[in-house]
């Protein structure tokens, strides 16, 4: 893979070398985009210190200690569960683990920064050379494309403080220093500038984040700052080899916002080569109310931060055994997970994907169909997705803690799939099943809902259906097969849905095609 990482915001815009390589092309200008994403890791404890990492509604410096308020002569410990957590996000993106890391000194003199330094990496990252296959589907779930968007590097450094700007009492702006966030697990996902469109950023993000929480690595929710994004926007005229002037865009706090941002800084960019003059590489900040980029600072270059190695922290080896003993602690990734039930079960490629769209969801799923073939799976795959987040939605339950166990579910299931009842009553007791939480076969029994198959009890609902809509018995005599579901709908009602609706049919063609024997 081409195309390399000098430091934080020092991302070369050399694109992959591969067939999968895509270029946004208009009848002028090419696109070029790659993403830096910033994700917080779950951890019991800070990066380099002992310090609780659960800072969440804390008040301001209350997580603080002499290390990471860079009290001099002390010394950073490595946090090994953020350096697990790391190792397994770079396998879980098909990325090389080195045989040997470091951690280095990124020198910058900003005020969220007490050292004067930020303990990240440069040269010998933990997880390099890998990629992420992004499916872009259409409403129901069916693929339209997959593009891949190759990762340059994943590496582990430590957060920084957090300055909170507020109006004093007389109106005079101030700033204020929360040192909690300092020295939090920082995991850096650097892509290569293979994503050519807003929109397909937005989705490699989306599904970034899906792969993330699924490991289990970070919460990624971006309102409270654990997954952040700087994107690396250029345009160039068509027909130029080299990339365009690279501009970094931050400030970005929701997918939508990267994706605006994109279009907005894409769109200026153009129109100042459209008007002969030149990009400036800079630093750029999102404005979310304006709708606008505004200019921050100058771009720094990898130089700028005079690296060098952590003198207080050891280089870090990893033998193969290392590598497999952590890859065998992945979870089914949820792309294969999709795959494997679309193909066992036979379920909708809809289905199939919303089931992987939680670990959470797709366990409840499998405890549902252990052991059950296809069908069963099919009748449960569609309960588990229409029906029962709207139960969850409606209540304080999660599906976890769902009253409708999987267990209980799958009595239902049982129920449909034997006969016994059809889909129309399982739907219409599902609620009480999940506020009651009790066994669907107690409450069909007790109801008195299984599925009517005595035909001399349908025989009176047929012979309404017919007489009150002598139209549609005429559309259907006359050769119009589908008029024969303008009978079902009101048999239904009157059976309290209850009716066979294959004995139904059967016994509505035979009364009608009666109709005609004795008109001839």
Not at 24 to 49: D, P
Not at 163 to 189: C, Q, T
Not at 474 to 503: C, H, N, V, W
Request: glycine share 8%.
């Amino acid at each position: 893979m081409a195309g390399t990482r000098g430091s934080s915001g020092d991302l070369s815009m050399t694109s992959t070398d591969n067939a999968n390589t895509r270029v946004a092309v208009t009848t002028e200008y090419i696109t070029t985009i790659g993403l830096e994403v910033h994700a917080q890791l779950l951890t019991q404890s800070k990066m380099f210190c002992g310090c609780s990492a659960n800072i969440a509604y804390a008040e301001p410096n209350t997580h603080v200690c002499p290390v990471c308020l860079g009290m001099p002569g002390t010394l950073p410990v490595i946090n090994a569960e953020a350096l697990r957590k790391t190792l397994l996000t770079g396998l879980a993106l098909d990325c090389t683990i080195p045989a040997l890391s470091k951690f280095d000194r990124k020198n910058y003199p900003y005020p969220d920064l007490m050292k004067g330094y930020q303990i990240s990496q440069y040269d010998l990252p933990f997880c390099v050379d890998g990629h992420l296959d992004v499916e872009e589907t259409d409403a129901r779930g069916n693929a339209v494309r997959t593009f891949r968007v190759g990762i340059i590097r994943v590496h582990l450094e430590e957060d920084t403080a957090r300055l909170l700007h507020r109006n004093g009492p007389d109106g005079i702006p101030y700033s204020l220093m929360d040192v909690n966030r300092a020295g939090l697990p920082l995991m850096e996902i650097v892509s290569a500038p293979d994503i050519t469109s807003p929109d397909e950023a937005q989705l490699y993000l989306i599904q970034l984040r899906h792969l993330l929480r699924w490991i289990n690595v970070s919460t990624g929710n971006m309102e409270e700052g654990a997954f952040r994004c700087d994107a690396n926007v250029s345009v160039r005229p068509v027909g130029q080899q080299e990339y365009g002037t690279k501009v970094e865009v931050k400030n970005m706090n929701s997918f939508k916002s990267v994706r605006d941002a994109l279009k907005f800084e894409i769109e200026r960019q153009t129109e100042i080569l459209r008007s002969g003059g030149k990009i400036v590489q800079e630093t750029r900040g999102w404005d979310d109310v304006r709708g606008i980029t505004l200019s921050q600072r100058t771009k720094e270059q990898a130089h700028d931060y005079r690296y060098f190695p952590e003198p207080d922290l050891p280089p870090l080896t990893f033998t193969d055994e290392h590598r497999e003993e952590l890859r065998a602690s992945l979870p089914e990734l949820p792309d294969a997970l999709r795959d494997r039930f679309a193909e066992t079960y036979g379920l909708s490629r809809y289905d199939a994907t919303q089931l992987a769209g939680s670990r959470a969801v797709a366990s409840y799923f499998e405890r549902t169909v252990a052991g059950a073939g296809a069908e069963k799976a099919r009748i449960a795959a569609g309960f588990t997705v229409n029906n029962l987040p709207n139960l969850l939605g409606e209540s304080d339950a999660t599906i976890d803690t769902s009253p409708l166990t999987p267990e209980r579910l799958r009595g239902l299931v049982d129920l449909v799939a034997d006969g016994t009842i059809n889909l129309n009553i399982a739907r219409t007791i599902l609620p009480e099943l999940f506020a009651l939480g009790v066994s669907a076969a107690d409450l069909v029994k007790e109801r008195g809902l299984g599925v009517v198959r005595d035909e001399s009890a349908l025989e009176k609902a047929v012979d309404d259906a017919l007489s009150a809509n002598p139209k549609a018995a005429a559309d259907y005599l006359g050769g119009k097969e589908s008029a024969l579901s303008a009978f079902l709908g009101p048999i239904m009602k009157a059976t309290r849905g209850q009716a066979d609706a294959a004995m139904v049919r059967e016994l509505l063609k035979r009364k009608l095609d009666g109709l005609r024997g004795s008109d001839t």
